[in-house]
Each structure stands twice: as structure tokens, then as C-alpha cells.
């Protein structure tokens, strides 16, 4: 009897060592695991800095040539025969019109993290949320480029080709400046390019708020760049 009682007190024994093993072997994993997210999160938290501070000096730039542009294009409001007399006035305005910047920004780490479903890895809900907004925001951008130039190259171009002689510099078209229809028409250009600049504007209000509330919650994203992208993956 007592060695049957001593055996089964080895087993229980044993029994008690191989679960505390596989236990702290699984909390250890679970610990290195999160350990491996979070350098992965501060890692795509640094791309995300980087990236939006790029983005933030292109669009200021940007935002900056189209408020001139506006500012310069005041006699499309003002449109009569005292602020369009001539014939230099309207090729100045004309060609006025049809100067715009290309831009471009990039939204790579957005869509690397949402195509390989990491956008979670991002623990705070307030940066993450600012994030999505900011990167939602930037799809508009394609649309509106390709309206204002649709716009201008189908609607006012051809318009103003019949009225204009490019080569000799004049108008053909002597009434070409008192006409109603063109001045609809360029009046929807100038609203268009006014809509394209607040939604610039826009862009850029969340890429400050992005940047703000990462500084506020995650200070260490404008730190040094971070171990290899590769290397958070691996350990």
C-alpha cells in the first residue's frame, strides 16, 4: 500500500512539473509574441511619421501656390469690361487657368498595414481612427484632379479656341468678353479649384492631427528608426 501510494505521489509529482513547464512555456511565448507586435507597431508608427511629415510639406507647398492662384484670380468674380478690357487681360487669365500642380502623396505603410490586416497592431484607438481619416481623406484627391481637368480641357478649352487666336496673341471674338455663358463657365472652373483647395486643406488638418496625437500617445515614433521591419517579424 505504501508503495502504491508513493507511486502515484511520483505521478502527481510529475504531473505537476509538466503542466507548470507547458504554462510558463505558453506565457512566454504569449509574452514574446506581443513583444514582436508592439516593435512591429512602432515600427509602422515610424513609417507613419515619416511619411505624413513627408506629405505635410508637399501639401503646404501645394496649398500655398493655390491660394495664390485664387487670390490672383479674383476678376473671375469680378468678371466685366473694367477688370477683362482687353485682349492681354483675358490671355493672362486664360493662361492663369491652365497652370496646376501635380501632387502625388504617398500612402505606402497604409496600404501595406491594411492589405496584410495589421492595421490592428495599432493599440490606440484615438491614433488609429486619425489614421484611417487622414488616409480616407487622400482617395478624394484623384477624383477632384481629374473633374478640374476634365473641366478645363472639355469645357473651357474648346470654348475659348473659338474665341481666341493663340498665334497673333488676340481675341476673335470681340464680345468673347462680355459673354454670360463664359463667364458661367469660368465661374465653374474657379469653384471647382476653390472645392480642390479645401479639400488640400482638409488633408492637411488631419495629417497635423495625426501627428499630434502620436506625439501626445506615441513619442517614440519621432525617435531613431527602429530594428528592421524584417527583424520585428522574426524575433
Known amino acids: ?121 495599432i493599440r490606440n484607438d484615438l491614433v488609429r481612427r486619425a489614421i484611417i481619416e487622414y488616409y480616407t481623406s487622400m482617395q478624394e484627391m484623384p477624383e477632384i484632379d481629374y473633374i478640374m481637368r476634365e473641366y478645363f480641357m472639355n469645357r473651357i478649352l474648346p470654348r475659348v479656341m473659338e474665341s481666341v487666336s493663340i498665334s497673333e496673341r488676340q481675341l476673335t471674338d470681340t464680345s468673347f468678353q462680355h459673354k454670360r455663358s463664359m463667364h458661367n463657365l469660368f465661374m465653374g472652373y474657379y469653384s471647382i479649384r476653390t472645392s480642390r483647395l479645401r479639400l488640400y486643406e482638409s488633408i492637411f488638418q488631419w495629417g497635423d492631427s495625426v501627428l499630434s496625437l502620436m506625439r501626445r500617445f506615441e513619442p517614440s515614433a519621432f525617435d531613431d528608426e527602429p530594428a528592421n521591419l524584417l527583424e520585428s517579424l522574426l524575433q
Open 1 to 121: 500500500m505504501g508503495r502504491y501510494f508513493t507511486s502515484w505521489r511520483g505521478f502527481f509529482i510529475e504531473a505537476i512539473v509538466v503542466f507548470l513547464g507547458v504554462t510558463a512555456s505558453f506565457f512566454l511565448n504569449n509574452w514574446a509574441h506581443k513583444q514582436a507586435e508592439h516593435r512591429l507597431e512602432q515600427r509602422y508608427l515610424h513609417n507613419f511619421q515619416k511619411e505624413i511629415t513627408a506629405n505635410q510639406q508637399l501639401l503646404d507647398s501645394i496649398i500655398n501656390n493655390e491660394q495664390q492662384w485664387i487670390r490672383k484670380s479674383k476678376d473671375i468674380t469680378n468678371w466685366d469690361a473694367t477688370t477683362l478690357h482687353n485682349d492681354s487681360a483675358i490671355l493672362l487669365l486664360i493662361n492663369h487657368m491652365g497652370r496646376w500642380d501635380k501632387i502625388s502623396l504617398s500612402s505606402t505603410t497604409y496600404e501595406d498595414m491594411v492589405n496584410s490586416g495589421r492595421l490592428q497592431l
